[in-house]
């Protein structure tokens, strides 16, 4: 198989709806948020993150990864989809058609 398929490569998507109303839980939240960029996830819309992953086995990684980060409270979903149900995604902003940006390179280390 094809090591590179659009089959194999996946999305990682964290979807969430975090409580803000005391300090404790704004830390929570920023401390979550701040877990998972640093874990290479990057915002797609405010409560969206998503990251490349070069296969499932890497997605499964990332995804015990951002299960360890989950704060107490809130609401969390976490979606892996292949590379090719990620280009077949339509964006649009303000009514008009976005093209989807290219994932920045990572390099694979053996």
């Not at 109303?21 to 839980?25: A, G, L, R, S, V």
């Given at each position: 198989m094809d090591r590179f398929s659009e089959y194999r490569i996946m999305w990682?998507?964290?979807?969430f709806d975090l409580p803000t109303?005391?300090?404790?839980?704004r830390k929570a939240a920023a401390d979550f948020r701040k877990r998972i960029m640093a874990?290479?996830?990057t915002m797609f819309q405010f409560s969206i993150y998503l990251r490349h992953c070069p296969s499932r086995e890497n997605a499964e990684v990332h995804i015990r990864r951002v299960k360890s980060f989950m704060p107490e409270f809130g609401h969390i979903g976490i979606l892996c989809i292949t590379d090719k149900q990620f280009g077949d995604m339509e964006i649009f902003s303000n009514?008009?058609?976005?093209?989807?940006s290219q994932p920045c390179q990572q390099l694979e280390l053996f």
């Open positions: 990682v998507l964290v979807l109303e005391t300090k404790k839980e874990d290479g996830f009514c008009k058609p976005t093209p989807i």
